[in-house]
């Protein structure tokens, strides 16, 4: 299946995920790609993969995604001090990483209902970030209706805002009495059932969604390309995931002849990854309300993508452990490269201290999110720490780490407006009824 198939379809027909057949050598053309603007680095870096649209339609359609963003760079690598890096992914129209990849998911849904002159639903289960973002990427988009599952009371109360005040009739915020996990099984229950998906053209916008991960990927490469050359390759990057979805861009990138030294998984107290890491258990536990709301999950959806490179492409052995984890909720691996590999994790306790300390030694305001990604970094070794969400978001907990109530204007407005959502059990009938009834 080509690339713009892969994109329509989110999910496999067997249920899997997708991925690239192969994935492209870049180390020859490193030193060509220093110093193009972002826009331009997308494209060049997406035309490997999406080689079924033309390059000039690809050009124009990567350009129009970038064009809402408050900075021309889009992705800001700012220096805290020496050997520290924040690579800002927070400038996007939702003030969230989601956006620089939800952005381009729009134009390529909007280009394929252009092309079969048709309509399109996209189907999402969001933790806090990926439905406002998402949102945004297909309003003013023909033909397209979008339905979002998150958790009741599990999201910011601009979160929330953010995906259910949006005026927009084509957009359905629905709430669901359960964790993201029991939403996005939802999702990937009615994407898998064949007739129904066909029936309304369903397709995910989660980062099971290839197009999302691939254009991940374009932000460390224009991250590490802004670095001072000396501290290229012994750079780490730090990143706050709970999906795995961030980290698997940049891991994919390096798999690419990026020449990055290695990854920090930062997690909150919903600490899945991190003791699959240090312990080589994968074992699904309950997830925990935090402070860092948009990384509550235990089933990390992109591990599959991460399995079937790191085991050498063993499709078989893939499906054999993902049916155990369905099965035992745990599974025990052999060990992971130590050398690419390290994680931390974080309490609600630690979050706000942190804050303040970034806060208090740069005149840097975090999001809790980032915060995480600041716990226990070394001075030894350079560091880019991914912001994925401006403070501006969550004001509560940032005034209660500094005394500092940090805004936003897009955000302001939407407090006058009114909060439209729909409140569902997370059941796949349910959800299929709603949008029975709903789509386009």
Not at 24 to 33: I, Q, V
Not at 267 to 280: A, E, I, S, V, Y
Request: hydrophobic share 45%; charged share 20%; with cysteine.
């Amino acid at each position: 299946m080509g690339f713009t198939g892969a994109v329509a379809a989110g999910l496999a027909p067997d249920g899997g995920l997708f991925v690239p057949v192969e994935l492209p050598n870049l180390g020859p053309e490193l030193d060509s790609l220093g110093g193009l603007a972002y826009a331009e680095l997308c494209f060049r870096f997406m035309r490997r993969f999406a080689t079924d649209i033309p390059e000039a339609e690809l050009r124009e359609l990567v350009a129009r995604s970038y064009l809402r963003f408050e900075t021309p760079e889009v992705a800001p690598l700012a220096g805290l001090g020496p050997g520290l890096h924040v690579l800002e992914l927070f400038h996007g129209p939702t003030l969230s990483f989601k956006d620089i990849a939800l952005q381009l998911l729009g134009c390529l849904y909007a280009r394929q209902c252009a092309i079969r002159g048709g309509t399109i639903n996209v189907l999402g289960a969001t933790s806090g970030d990926t439905g406002a973002a998402a949102i945004q990427g297909m309003i003013g988009q023909p033909g397209a209706a979008i339905f979002i599952l998150y958790p009741d009371g599990r999201v910011s109360p601009l979160q929330e805002r953010q995906m259910a005040c949006t005026q927009a009739t084509n957009v359905f915020a629905l709430a669901v009495d359960g964790s993201f996990d029991a939403a996005q099984a939802v999702v990937k229950e009615l994407l898998g059932d064949d007739g129904f998906r066909a029936r309304h053209r369903l397709s995910a916008v989660n980062s099971i969604n290839i197009a999302r991960v691939l254009a991940q990927s374009v932000y460390y490469l224009h991250a590490w390309l802004r670095l001072p050359a000396e501290e290229r390759t012994s750079a780490e990057f730090v990143v706050p995931t709970g999906n795995f979805g961030n980290v698997l861009a940049g891991w994919m990138l390096q798999k690419m002849g990026v020449p990055i030294r290695g990854f920090r998984v930062a997690t909150n107290q919903n600490d899945l990854l991190h003791r699959l890491f240090t312990t080589g258990e994968y074992r699904v536990g309950t997830v925990m309300p935090s402070l860092a709301p948009s990384m509550d999950i235990q089933v990390a959806s992109n591990f599959e993508r991460f399995l079937y490179y790191s085991s050498g492409r063993d499709a078989d052995r893939v499906k054999a452990v993902m049916r155990a984890i369905a099965r035992d909720g745990a599974y025990r691996f052999d060990g992971f490269d130590r050398d690419t590999f390290s994680s931390s994790s974080c309490t609600d306790a630690e979050i706000p201290g942190i804050i303040r300390r970034v806060h208090r030694e740069h005149g840097y305001l975090v999001d809790p999110h980032t915060a995480c990604a600041f716990k226990g970094l070394e001075a030894s070794r350079p560091a880019v720490v991914l912001a994925t969400a401006s403070p501006a978001k969550f004001p509560e907990t940032v005034r209660m780490a500094t005394g500092i109530e940090p805004t936003h204007p897009s955000l302001e407005a939407l407090k006058a407006r009114p909060l439209v959502r729909h409140t569902i059990v997370a059941d796949a009938a349910a959800i299929r009824g709603f949008i029975e009834t709903r789509a386009i």
